[in-house]
Antibody
Framework: EVQLVESGGGLVKPGGSLTLSCGVSGFTFTTYAMNWVRQAPGKGLEWVSYISSSSSFIHYADSVRGRFTISRDNTKNSLLLQMNSLRDEDTGIYYC???????????????WGRGILVTVSS | EIVLTQSPGTLSLSPGERATLSCRANQSIKSGYLAWYQHIPGQAPRLLIYGASTRATGIPDRFSGGGSGTDFTLTISRLEPEDFAVYYCQQYGTSPRLTFGGGTKVEIK
């Protein structure tokens, strides 16, 4: 069974930093690209970032470029999102999601975690 | 950037009724690279449809997708109690950035 479990969320002050992790099981992590998607309170889904299976291709939403860094540790079946210079508008639930295809850019997302809450507030 | 507009914002229907959800893009989506997701708050979103009309693994055949170019639809032929949720469309046809529609909430009437 494919499973994705996010961790590392919590309360952080504006300007602070936080690192999210996503542990996966039930599939060969090294052959799949991965994504982060978020949902602000009362809002819809917003794509955040993509990383290819070998980390050769990485993409970010304009809203987080320069502040967030996606990475993966294929030896630990783990996806990471380092978030710096956090703003109030970064508050929300963050989901990791597996990418359906193996390409240089994101496509459809076939498995998702349940998400982890990040709250940016003073 | 491709902007996706979903309508209606909320659909109030009874179990057994048919639901038709719309997703309109501000420019043509290449090769029908359009997906639909179901999201029940507190749960993981679920991929329903990709390539505009192909059901994902394990998705019941009461869910169907259609459309091309700029206009796409998701149809649920007969609503089951577990189908009341929020539905999102998402494009992956152009640039290396994904965009989602604003969502349609299907609620029990």
């Amino acid at each position: 069974e494919v499973q994705l479990v996010e961790s590392g969320g919590g309360l952080v002050k504006p300007g602070g930093s936080l690192t999210l992790s996503c542990g996966v099981s039930g599939f060969t992590f090294t052959t799949y690209a991965m994504n982060w998607v978020r949902q602000a309170p009362g809002k819809g889904l917003e794509w955040v970032s993509y990383i290819s299976s070998s980390s050769s291709f990485i993409h970010y939403a304009d809203s987080v470029r320069g502040r967030f860094t996606i990475s993966r540790d294929n030896t630990k079946n783990s996806l990471l999102l380092q978030m710096n210079s956090l703003r109030d508008e970064d508050t929300g639930i963050y989901y990791c999601a597996r990418d359906f295809s193996s390409s240089w850019r994101p496509s459809m997302l076939d498995y998702w975690g349940r998400g982890i809450l990040v709250t940016v507030s003073s | 950037e491709i902007v996706l507009t979903q309508s209606p914002g909320t659909l109030s229907l009874s179990p057994g009724e048919r639901a038709t959800l719309s997703c309109r893009a501000n420019q043509s989506i290449k090769s029908g690279y359009l997906a639909w997701y179901q999201h029940i708050p507190g749960q993981a979103p679920r991929l329903l449809i990709y390539g505009a009309s192909t059901r994902a693994t394990g998705i019941p055949d009461r869910f169907s997708g259609g459309g091309s170019g700029t206009d796409f639809t998701l149809t649920i032929s007969r609503l089951e109690p577990e189908d009341f949720a929020v539905y999102y469309c998402q494009q992956y046809g152009t640039s290396p950035r994904l965009t989602f529609g604003g969502g349609t909430k299907v609620e029990i009437k």
